[in-house]
């Protein structure tokens, strides 16, 4: 096969099966698409005519998956902070959300994108209202990514007056962004204590009819258990189940206060979780038994959740305090090693988007890769180098970040964002929420 680009690092990190990581790689690429990783000697004599991108001191990487975010919400960035989820979403957010727009939320969503994008992101998995303009963010600046219109049981919402305008929008969506290489639409209720079981019923069959995912927030704190548990009997996980809900094309979010009969439902129904530390350590929801969900099979991704509740959307410094937290939670070092967390944030990524080409550097596997520059201090010595991603990283040695075979991002530039005219205009919406 032919190769357009050969790029080439003193480190390769594959995340394939066998976990390798290669010295003096190079990783070739044609199209969209990874055709070959080796040696860089091997593949400059296999891709004579290639051209070449030499990256010296750096190591290549599958890129990141941010697996459960709401990208809008770079607007509301320490807007509200130091509270208790329902104190913070029903006083601060709710409120100051209603007054949106779908400009404003276009423009929160790019600058997102641009902070993903420069941090070594390459997919995400994203909810918010007026997700249409999260789309063309997404179409626009180069990413993959899973999108959803969320929806409560409150209408009028700021996306529809009731629920059978919510309906057709969504159906709107498939439409238009129907076979997009990059995108692709998710029916995404809020959680179980914003909807009703009719409500989510709906929201199941509609993503059965328009051939979309499916995801929700989901048993996110001890208090939304005991209300699942007054109002229906069951926990989160158990109502769920009940509704015919857990199917394998369903993704959820937090999974915070569950069992391990909660798992094994999870489990069964081929549902993937999503862990969300800095939010759920920040809004003090607690700490999701990430040990339970992976020992019952459950895939894993890693996610930054809206930047109102991180704050950032940085999935390097997310890596670094999900192996902290359960370090310390469970009193043991042993938990959360760097290998595991980095593959929760890569292939486990890759599962929560149910997207089997990305996630980790092999032949046919799609080109979504990044690079780290080594040359910082806090980059060396180099002793174990998926150590040194997890542990030592910040975001600043994203040098190269490229979806789809396309660089969205080298040394300094992007290539897919005007980001000096973004800065001014985000400036420029912090008067939205003085109104």
């Known amino acids: 096969m032919d190769c357009d680009t050969i790029y080439t690092a003193d480190y390769l990190i594959t995340q394939n099966d066998a976990g390798d990581v290669l010295r003096d790689a190079a990783l ?65 957010i709710f409120p100051q959300e209603a007054k949106l727009a779908p400009e404003l939320v276009e423009l929160g969503a790019r600058f997102s994108l641009a902070e993903m994008i420069r941090t070594g992101t390459t997919a995400f998995y994203d909810m918010y209202m007026l997700e249409d303009s999260v789309f063309r963010a997404a179409d626009d600046m180069g990413l993959r990514a899973v999108l959803g219109e969320s929806v409560t049981r409150f209408f009028p919402s700021l996306a529809a007056t009731d629920v059978e305008e919510y309906c057709a929008r969504v159906r709107r969506y498939a439409d238009e962004w129907k076979g997009h290489p990059r995108i692709r639409q998710a029916v995404v209720p809020h959680a179980p204590y914003t909807t009703t079981p009719e409500l989510l019923r709906l929201c199941r069959d509609l993503a059965d009819e328009t051939g979309s995912l499916f995801g929700m927030h989901l048993a996110e704190t001890p208090q939304e258990t005991e209300q699942c548990l007054k109002e229906h009997g069951v926990r989160p996980v158990a109502y769920c ?26 489990a069964e129904g081929r549902c993937a979780g999503v862990h969300n530390p800095a939010s759920n350590m920040k809004l003090a929801s607690g700490v999701a038994p990430i040990d339970t969900l992976l020992s019952a099979r459950v895939p894993v991704g ?35 090693p760097a290998k595991q967390v980095l593959t929760m944030a890569t292939r486990g990524g890759a599962e929560a988007l149910h997207e089997p080409r990305i996630g980790s550097l092999e032949p046919g596997m799609k080109a979504d890769f990044i690079a780290l520059s080594l040359k910082e201090p806090n980059m060396q010595p180099v002793h174990n180098i998926i150590s040194q991603v997890v542990f030592a990283t910040t975001g600043a040695e994203v040098c190269l970040t490229v979806v789809d075979g396309k660089e969205l991002y080298r040394n300094g530039q992007f290539t897919t964002c005007d980001y000096p005219a973004l800065l001014e205009e985000i400036q420029q919406a912090i008067a939205w929420t003085r109104r």
């Open 28 to 92: 070739a690429i044609a199209g969209d698409s990874i055709v070959c990783v080796g040696h860089e000697n091997v593949l400059s004599i296999l891709y004579p005519n290639a051209e070449r991108v030499d990256l010296g001191r750096a190591v290549l990487m599958p890129g990141l998956v941010n697996a459960h975010t709401h990208v809008p919400m770079s607007l509301l960035r320490g807007y509200s902070d130091d509270k208790a989820l329902q104190d913070w979403l029903q006083k601060d």
């Open 241 to 266: 189940e009940k509704l015919g809900l857990l199917q394998p094309d369903a993704t959820f979010f937090h999974l915070v206060d569950i069992e391990e009969e909660d798992a094994l439902l999870l």
């Open 302 to 336: 890693l996610g930054t959740d809206g930047p109102a509740s991180n704050n950032a959307q940085n999935m390097l410094r997310e890596m670094y305090v999900a192996a902290l937290l359960h370090k310390v939670y469970h009193l043991d070092p042993t938990k959360s």
